[in-house]
């Protein structure tokens, strides 16, 4: 059997072409020829350089492949992969089935694009950016502004705008670009195996991947179903400046729409069950953030249970206990921000054989496998990390393993996440205590912002870098980043760590000057030298 890879076809048509031009030589037997992996299979006895010439005088390019490459051979009677939701991690899962030669089916029961294009970092990054602007300029010891204030309404028409923009750019043009792809407006659900009904219509799948997405988990609190309350869903379409907003939830959702609403003028007062503010990072971190919002006004109470809520008039009271003190905040406008859950009810998982865990997140293996092994999931309803790149990566990965066999694991080792309040914290790799668990003798370095020269420049100096490496080898572990824009940062610091480099190879690098992500060499040198005693770029 002889191999080509064709260059040069754009269609099915050109296919078509291909092959029959390939029959055209001797000692051809079968051809085969596939357009969308640009590869084509010749049985018989053939001469390769005929081949070739042949493919050649069609108007095409050819050349022999020595080995084998992975390919997936589509069904015809079914569809390939059937994808019950249109998010990011459906997306990414039909792109590359489609890339592999799959005919696919995508069923969406809600708005495409999945939650952070419509109700998650897309539309509350908008937000955090009209606060930062508005608040930049009415903080500014160089500028005078007088009776400044954000118009809801007019954020929430360009809010509109963008996000119908971005969902033609991201989602619909894609549809366009993918001939193989078909998307249906309708609910996906389980009816046995190889079967499907979307909307009213049944459906045969050969493999499926289920990237529905999540909710907002709203807590058990006493009469909290009386009195009127928005979500990290429903939040971006309040079309007023709230007087008093009261926040239930200290993590990263309910600190940056808390920061946000604060620089826009609102009152904000921030309760969290847990005792510390984003508990999951860097305590100096955490507590360095925490101590800044409090600075510009944000009250924030930690180890406080909320036992119920009332509303009077325009007037909402929370009841809350921390410790043996109750108090009752009265505020204007009440955000549940305490997590999301899966959408993985009314899927039909159990009559697939697909197994969730206590909290209803899907089951997966290393290669995103359920529990069925012909059914495959990914993103926010698996719950590894819930972040829209490791959901398009999930996506990515469960596709391909799907249609060619289990050979791709995910390495979530490496993934930087962030934080988008004003500092912003970022962070990659292991935390302190996480490298301690694991076996390393760590060293540790914090540097502090007020040492960069282009944070003193840009008056934003305040935060800290937090360096961990390997006290034996070195080698880089972690970065933590409590800074202006160190979701940007960060991604220098991904390379360092994923790839095992050395204080050394940090410190030898030269950084344009005066930049921000010179602070990452800066927090190198701390490990061997005072930095408060080094001129301007010195090793």
């Not at 010749?42 to 992975?70: D, F, M, S, T, W």
């Not at 998010?87 to 999945?114: D, H, Q």
């Not at 963008?162 to 670009?177: C, S």
Request: proline share 3%; aromatic share 8%; glycine share 10%.
């Amino acid at each position: 059997m002889i191999k080509l890879k064709i260059t040069g076809m754009t269609c099915e048509h050109c296919a078509s072409t291909v092959k029959k031009a390939l029959e055209t030589v001797r000692g051809v037997e079968r051809v085969s020829v596939y357009f969308p992996q640009g590869y084509a299979q010749v049985e018989g006895k053939a001469n390769i350089e005929e081949l070739v010439e042949a493919v050649r005088r069609a108007g095409y390019g050819a050349e022999p492949l020595q080995e084998c490459i992975e390919i997936y051979i589509p069904k015809g009677d079914v569809y390939d992969m059937f994808i019950v939701g249109g998010g990011s991690a459906g997306f990414a899962a039909a792109i590359r089935a489609s890339e592999l030669g799959a005919k696919v089916l995508i069923a969406e029961n809600s708005t495409i694009g999945g939650t952070c294009l419509n109700r998650g970092c897309v539309p509350s990054k908008y937000l955090i950016g009209i606060a930062n602007t508005f608040y930049s300029l009415k903080s500014s010891p160089f500028v005078s502004v007088e009776k400044a204030q954000i118009d809801m309404r007019k954020v929430l028409e360009a809010k509109e705008e963008l996000l119908e923009r971005l969902r033609k750019e991201k989602y619909w043009n894609v549809l366009d670009a993918y001939p193989n792809i078909e998307y249906r407006e309708g609910r996906g659900r389980f009816l046995g195996k190889g079967k499907a009904i979307v909307g009213e219509r049944e459906v045969s799948f050969w493999k499926a991947l289920i990237s529905t997405g999540s909710r907002p988990y709203v807590p058990q609190i006493k009469s909290l179903d009386t009195v009127r309350y928005y979500t990290s869903d429903s939040i971006f379409n309040i079309d007023y400046v709230p007087e008093h907003l009261v926040v239930i939830g200290g993590g990263a959702i309910g600190l940056e729409l808390s920061q946000a609403f604060s620089r826009m003028g609102s009152k904000v007062t921030v309760v969290e069950a847990l005792p510390e503010i984003l508990t999951g990072e860097e305590p100096e971190l955490r507590e360095r953030l925490k101590e800044s919002l409090k600075r510009e006004g944000i009250e924030i109470i930690t180890g406080a249970v909320v036992d119920e809520v009332k509303q009077e008039g325009e007037i909402i009271y929370v009841k809350v206990r921390a410790g043996n003190t109750n108090r009752v905040i009265s505020g204007t406008d009440l955000l549940v921000a305490t997590g999301r859950k899966p959408n993985t009810g009314g899927v039909g998982l159990e009559l697939v054989g697909v197994k969730t865990n206590a909290k209803g997140f899907i089951q997966t293996n290393e290669f995103m496998q359920t529990t069925n092994k012909d059914i495959y999931a990914a993103g926010d309803c698996v719950g590894k990390f819930m972040l829209v790149t490791v959901a398009a990566m999930e996506g990515g990965i469960a596709a391909e393993n799907a249609l060619l066999g289990n050979k791709r694991e995910v390495d979530y080792r490496h993934i930087p996440h962030a934080v988008f309040t004003d500092p912003e914290l970022a962070s990659v790799g292991l935390k302190e205590e996480e490298a301690i668990r694991m076996g390393y003798s760590v060293d540790v370095r914090i540097l502090e912002f007020s040492k960069v020269p282009r944070a003193l420049i840009s008056f934003k100096h305040d935060g800290l870098i937090k360096t961990v490496i390997d006290k034996e080898t070195k080698r880089i572990l972690g970065i933590h980043i409590l800074a202006p824009h160190s979701a940007e940062l960060i991604h220098k610091a991904v390379l360092l760590v994923k790839y095992g480099l050395t204080l050394d190879d940090v410190i030898r690098t030269v950084d344009v000057y005066p930049t921000l992500s010179e602070s990452i060499k800066l927090g190198a040198q701390a490990f061997v030298k005072d930095v408060s005693k080094l001129s301007c770029c010195a090793e």
